[in-house]
């Protein structure tokens, strides 16, 4: 237990200098940390390190969904709600046919049943990757928030198809009839329990007297009450988890004070952190523990398997994005759509955009050994072989070379032409107009015997001077209690204005979000220079 201890602190710091190693070379940290723990498994005498799936369904996924949710723009989302549903759920079902049928047809003994159980493993891109990739290279906003939205969503249908492709093979009986209603009522309840779950949440947070530690802390035990309940009800934990966090994302506000909202971002932003950088790492020190499995079964023809389905999967999807752009131009004749003539290269940006990650290789993972008649599960080893084949090629060679169609491409911000530093001077600017606008109407009427208020209107004097004074003057309750007022009303107007901004369809709302923050700081500075008095 000590060493095991130990060794996994040894491999939080390898995490960390392999992220910053991926900084100073500009690489996607994905990629750099896949590639180090396939190097390290090469190193003779390193413990070997097996992954647990239900550990990773469990543990990872639930918190991992749950920050994407977070993080994700619900204006974005609902914009590009019927692209993202499309790749979600219809590609995913697409990819998965292709990929059964691809599978059946060239790896001997290979049923359709189980080439349904690998597409339903290896169709959903992993969002981590595509997104820690654009971070690097500008890309329009729209690409960008259609696939953090279609990431969140082809998990669910994916493992969804597994499970019932899993079924199958085990009880050797499809029903379409019946498959089809329960993949219905599996996607729906699991957005529904999701939920319900947030409200009970979102009830607690604001009525409750909680605390700053006692809010963080519970919002690390909602995503795992969302899941563990839909799966209880056999239902989709993955949908449960992202309704239930886009829900409470955009009610943060309301939920939560501004000392929850930054210490809870730091705390995520931490969480996020190690739980992504421990999977990918991992990832990468399977390969031993994967080819020991493979046993007789021929290391070559495995590879050539892997080579030929991670090409299907590559083609596949990038015939479903140019079909899908397409598809948009005609169908936009009959009705509206976000975007009438989306072009080709933004489709195939975002089909090249579909590396693959933890969910495939957990679900790989999860097969059991063994069906209920004690026979060994057929192509157990191969699949996983497969997946893993599939992971590292798309991982490293679509990611590698994303930033250079990118570039390529040339694409441009259509959805956001003012350039977001400008927006962002542009919404600076009305919310200093709007708070010196309420601070001429109070002084005017009630401040003019207020030095506070004063200082407050010269804030190039910065806040050093508003310390002095409320140091030398401590025992002046009622000014500082009418300064502590006259602050709060200038934020929380400011708070309302940003909610109207957003709505507008020019400014993104990465900028008000910024703003947002820096109002959750202003109000923390005010708290902290009048703590005492």
């Given at each position: 237990?000590?060493?095991?201890?130990?060794?996994?602190?040894?491999?939080?710091?390898?995490?960390?200098?392999?992220?910053?190693?991926?900084?100073?070379?500009?690489?996607?940290?994905?990629?750099?940390?896949?590639?180090?723990?396939?190097?390290?498994?090469?190193?003779?005498?390193?413990?070997?390190?097996?992954?647990?799936?239900?550990?990773?369904?469990?543990?990872?996924?639930?918190?991992?969904?749950?920050?994407?949710?977070?993080?994700?723009?619900?204006?974005?989302?609902?914009?590009?709600?019927?692209?993202?549903?499309?790749?979600?759920?219809?590609?995913?079902?697409?990819?998965?046919?292709?990929?059964?049928?691809?599978?059946?047809?060239?790896?001997?003994?290979?049923?359709?049943?189980?080439?349904?159980?690998?597409?339903?493993?290896?169709?959903?891109?992993?969002?981590?990757?595509?997104?820690?990739?654009?971070?690097?290279?500008?890309?329009?906003?729209?690409?960008?928030?259609?696939?953090?939205?279609?990431?969140?969503?082809?998990?669910?249908?994916?493992?969804?198809?597994?499970?019932?492709?899993?079924?199958?093979?085990?009880?050797?009986?499809?029903?379409?009839?019946?498959?089809?209603?329960?993949?219905?009522?599996?996607?729906?309840?699991?957005?529904?329990?999701?939920?319900?779950?947030?409200?009970?949440?979102?009830?607690?947070?604001?009525?409750?007297?909680?605390?700053?530690?006692?809010?963080?802390?519970?919002?690390?035990?909602?995503?795992?009450?969302?899941?563990?309940?839909?799966?209880?009800?056999?239902?989709?934990?993955?949908?449960?988890?992202?309704?239930?966090?886009?829900?409470?994302?955009?009610?943060?506000?309301?939920?939560?004070?501004?000392?929850?909202?930054?210490?809870?971002?730091?705390?995520?932003?931490?969480?996020?952190?190690?739980?992504?950088?421990?999977?990918?790492?991992?990832?990468?020190?399977?390969?031993?523990?994967?080819?020991?499995?493979?046993?007789?079964?021929?290391?070559?023809?495995?590879?050539?398997?892997?080579?030929?389905?991670?090409?299907?999967?590559?083609?596949?999807?990038?015939?479903?994005?140019?079909?899908?752009?397409?598809?948009?131009?005609?169908?936009?004749?009959?009705?509206?759509?976000?975007?009438?003539?989306?072009?080709?290269?933004?489709?195939?940006?975002?089909?090249?955009?579909?590396?693959?990650?933890?969910?495939?290789?957990?679900?790989?993972?999860?097969?059991?050994?063994?069906?209920?008649?004690?026979?060994?599960?057929?192509?157990?080893?191969?699949?996983?072989?497969?997946?893993?084949?599939?992971?590292?090629?798309?991982?490293?060679?679509?990611?590698?070379?994303?930033?250079?169609?990118?570039?390529?491409?040339?694409?441009?911000?259509?959805?956001?032409?003012?350039?977001?530093?400008?927006?962002?001077?542009?919404?600076?600017?009305?919310?200093?107009?709007?708070?010196?606008?309420?601070?001429?109407?109070?002084?005017?009427?009630?401040?003019?015997?207020?030095?506070?208020?004063?200082?407050?209107?010269?804030?190039?004097?910065?806040?050093?001077?508003?310390?002095?004074?409320?140091?030398?003057?401590n025992t002046d309750d009622g000014k500082i209690a009418e300064y502590r007022s006259v602050v709060n009303d200038i934020i929380r107007e400011q708070r309302l204005l940003l909610q109207k901004i957003n709505k507008k369809a020019e400014v993104s709302q990465e900028v008000v979000k910024r703003h947002l923050l820096q109002l959750d700081h202003d109000e923390a500075r005010l708290h902290q220079q009048l703590a005492g008095t």
């Amino acid at each position: 237990m000590h060493a095991n201890f130990i060794y996994y602190i040894v491999l939080l710091l390898i995490i960390s200098f392999l992220v910053m190693f991926a900084q100073r070379i500009r690489i996607a940290f994905p990629i750099v940390l896949v590639v180090g723990g396939l190097m390290m498994s090469f190193i003779p005498g390193l413990p070997t390190l097996e992954i647990d799936p239900e550990l990773i369904f469990l543990i990872f996924l639930p918190p991992l969904l749950y920050e994407a949710a977070w993080q994700t723009s619900w204006k974005d989302f609902w914009k590009w709600r019927r692209v993202i549903a499309s790749f979600a759920f219809l590609i995913v079902l697409v990819t998965s046919c292709l990929v059964a049928v691809v599978s059946y047809s060239i790896i001997p003994g290979f049923t359709l049943a189980l080439g349904f159980l690998l597409g339903g493993i290896v169709s959903p891109p992993d969002a981590v990757s595509a997104t820690s990739i654009m971070k690097e290279i500008k890309v329009p906003k729209r690409l960008s928030s259609i696939i953090e939205g279609e990431s969140l969503l082809n998990d669910a249908s994916s493992i969804v198809v597994f499970r019932f492709a899993l079924a199958a093979v085990m009880t050797g009986q499809f029903v379409f009839k019946a498959a089809a209603a329960n993949f219905f009522i599996v996607i729906v309840m699991g957005i529904i329990t999701g939920l319900v779950v947030a409200l009970l949440f979102y009830a607690i947070h604001r009525w409750l007297p909680t605390t700053p530690s006692i809010d963080i802390v519970l919002t690390f035990v909602t995503p795992y009450v969302m899941y563990i309940v839909a799966e209880q009800f056999h239902f989709s934990g993955v949908l449960s988890v992202v309704s239930g966090g886009l829900f409470l994302s955009a009610r943060q506000d309301t939920m939560l004070n501004y000392q929850s909202r930054i210490q809870g971002l730091n705390v995520w932003s931490v969480a996020a952190f190690v739980l992504n950088g421990t999977i990918f790492l991992l990832i990468g020190l399977q390969l031993p523990v994967i080819v020991r499995q493979l046993g007789d079964e021929g290391l070559a023809g495995a590879i050539t398997y892997g080579l030929i389905i991670t090409g299907t999967l590559i083609i596949g999807r990038l015939l479903c994005t140019l079909g899908a752009a397409q598809f948009t131009r005609f169908i936009s004749r009959f009705i509206t759509t976000a975007d009438s003539n989306p072009g080709w290269r933004g489709p195939l940006v975002f089909g090249w955009a579909g590396m693959r990650g933890v969910v495939s290789l957990a679900a790989a993972l999860s097969i059991p050994l063994y069906l209920p008649n004690q026979q060994p599960f057929p192509q157990r080893n191969l699949i996983l072989f497969i997946t893993f084949t599939v992971i590292l090629v798309t991982l490293v060679f679509q990611g590698l070379t994303l930033p250079w169609l990118i570039r390529k491409m040339k694409l441009k911000e259509v959805d956001y032409p003012m350039p977001l530093e400008e927006q962002d001077r542009l919404v600076e600017k009305k919310l200093k107009l709007a708070a010196n606008k309420l601070l001429d109407e109070y002084y005017a009427r009630h401040g003019k015997h207020n030095e506070l208020l004063f200082l407050l209107r010269q804030r190039f004097d910065g806040d050093l001077r508003v310390l002095d004074y409320i140091t030398q003057n401590n025992t002046d309750d009622g000014k500082i209690a009418e300064y502590r007022s006259v602050v709060n009303d200038i934020i929380r107007e400011q708070r309302l204005l940003l909610q109207k901004i957003n709505k507008k369809a020019e400014v993104s709302q990465e900028v008000v979000k910024r703003h947002l923050l820096q109002l959750d700081h202003d109000e923390a500075r005010l708290h902290q220079q009048l703590a005492g008095t």
